[in-house]
């Protein structure tokens, strides 16, 4: 029952936050701060979330990359360690 009302709560809070996010592409504000937090909040139980974050993480680093800002943007330990996500 907890672990329910915990799932309707990061939704309810996760995508509040992302259609705020959205909503700043076209209203002055932070876009592009405000879309990630809303989607790692729902990538806390959301698999879509996690996939459409890592796309956002991955562009950004392209796109830091290509600035060459790349100091900035250091790579994430458990990429560059193999981590569980490489099979």
Known sequence: MMQRVKRIAV???GM???LIGVA???LPGPAFVVIPIGLAILA???AWARRALKRV???TEK???K???RSMFPRRQEESS???DKQ
């Open 44 to 46: 806390t139980e959301y």
């Open 24 to 26: 700043l592409l076209v």
């Open 63 to 65: 796109a830091a990359a």
């Open 11 to 13: 939704m309810i809070i």
């Open 82 to 84: 193999g981590g569980p």
């Open 67 to 69: 600035l060459n800002l």
């Open 16 to 18: 509040t936050v992302l």
């Open 57 to 59: 993480t991955d562009t």
